[in-house]
């Protein structure tokens, strides 16, 4: 297949070379345009770090060199998936960790595993969902966003991706979050590109959100919110298309047709001559 991928080039770099090992041709326009910022580290004392992207770790630039390699060693992580994991640990964060697969199962563990008024460190992203610091507040933990990076959204698709699309060159699009979705298509509608037809691969029901409002008409969900999980349905051909009911009972009735011409017909029974009427009486002669 021949597969688009939309995500920052370092992530797509990586997906596209699984994508190859499957023997798929890969296309890449990123979405967005991740620029770090200057952030700093909050005040006081911090009982955890969390943290819903990789890019959160990759992107760091405090403006301080804060928190100490020291420090980093001791905060308790709570994050969202293995690869967030991964760069933590790159970063020097090698504390404790809780991995969620998704935020909502991030926000329980918060919930249940910390007192009231603890004080995380939220590292994130400027443009981002507001349900994790939302439950946490509501939970009386005091979540400080510490603003990491920002996504910018492209300007366009690339050339290359665009003629693709108008040669039919394209078979599928990957999209890895909700807001990359969205800015896809909108991208896309620029371009006088119609992506609705081709088969969407979303890591989310979040992420297919705007897919399904967009009219698009093939779109499988990963079963669960992993990379892996996305490649797998990627292995899988798409069922064939069933048959209307129309034509299913066209079929029926000539097949019937033809096993009722074909079977043997029963002989036609005679219907038998009714007898001759009995001759009228002879009458008697007078002598």
């Given at each position: 297949m021949?597969?688009?991928?939309?995500r920052?080039?370092?992530d797509?770099a990586?997906t596209?070379?699984?994508?190859k090992?499957?023997?798929?041709?890969?296309?890449?326009s990123?979405?967005?345009e991740?620029?770090?910022?200057?952030?700093e580290?909050?005040?006081?004392v911090?009982d955890g770090?969390?943290?819903?992207?990789?890019?959160?770790?990759?992107?760091?630039?405090?403006?301080?060199d804060?928190?100490?390699?020291e420090?980093?060693?001791?905060?308790?992580?709570?994050?969202v998936?293995?690869?967030?994991?991964?760069?933590?640990?790159?970063?020097?964060?090698?504390?404790?960790?809780?991995?969620?697969?998704e935020?909502?199962?991030?926000?329980?563990?918060l919930?249940?595993k910390?007192?009231?008024?603890?004080r995380l460190a939220?590292?994130a992203?400027?443009?981002?969902k507001?349900?994790?610091?939302?439950?946490?507040?509501e939970?009386?933990?005091?979540?400080?966003?510490?603003?990491?990076?920002?996504?910018?959204a492209?300007?366009?698709?690339s050339?290359?991706?665009?003629?693709?699309?108008?040669?039919?060159?394209?078979?599928?699009?990957?999209?890895?979050?909700?807001?990359?979705?969205?800015?896809?298509?909108?991208l896309?509608?620029?371009?006088?590109v119609?992506?609705k037809?081709i088969?969407?691969?979303?890591?989310s029901?979040?992420a297919a959100?705007p897919?399904?409002?967009?009219g698009a008409t093939?779109i499988?969900?990963?079963?669960?919110p992993?990379?892996?999980?996305?490649l797998a349905?990627l292995a899988?051909?798409?069922?064939?298309?069933?048959?209307?009911?129309?034509t299913?009972e066209?079929?029926?009735?000539?097949l019937?047709?033809?096993?009722?011409?074909?079977?043997?017909q029963a002989?036609?029974?005679?219907?038998?001559?009714?007898?001759?009427?009995?001759?009228?009486?002879?009458?008697?002669?007078?002598?």
């Amino acid at each position: 297949m021949r597969i688009l991928l939309t995500r920052a080039p370092e992530d797509a770099a990586r997906t596209a070379e699984k994508l190859k090992a499957q023997g798929h041709q890969v296309l890449i326009s990123p979405v967005f345009e991740i620029q770090p910022r200057e952030a700093e580290w909050p005040k006081g004392v911090i009982d955890g770090v969390v943290a819903t992207s990789a890019q959160a770790f990759e992107q760091a630039q405090f403006a301080d060199d804060s928190p100490l390699p020291e420090a980093r060693r001791l905060f308790r992580l709570f994050i969202v998936g293995s690869k967030t994991a991964e760069a933590a640990k790159k970063c020097g964060f090698t504390g404790e960790p809780f991995v969620a697969q998704e935020a909502k199962e991030l926000a329980d563990a918060l919930i249940a595993k910390l007192p009231p008024f603890a004080r995380l460190a939220y590292l994130a992203g400027r443009d981002r969902k507001s349900e994790l610091e939302t439950r946490c507040k509501e939970a009386r933990l005091e979540i400080i966003p510490v603003e990491i990076y920002e996504a910018r959204a492209a300007e366009s698709l690339s050339k290359e991706v665009v003629a693709a699309f108008k040669a039919n060159e394209v078979d599928a699009v990957m999209h890895f979050s909700r807001r990359s979705t969205e800015t896809f298509l909108k991208l896309a509608e620029a371009a006088g590109v119609d992506a609705k037809p081709i088969r969407h691969i979303a890591i989310s029901n979040d992420a297919a959100t705007p897919l399904h409002a967009a009219g698009a008409t093939l779109i499988v969900t990963a079963f669960e919110p992993k990379e892996a999980a996305m490649l797998a349905l990627l292995a899988e051909k798409p069922a064939p298309k069933a048959k209307s009911d129309a034509t299913t009972e066209a079929v029926a009735a000539a097949l019937a047709a033809a096993i009722q011409e074909a079977a043997p017909q029963a002989p036609a029974q005679e219907t038998p001559e009714p007898p001759p009427p009995p001759p009228p009486p002879k009458s008697k002669e007078k002598s």
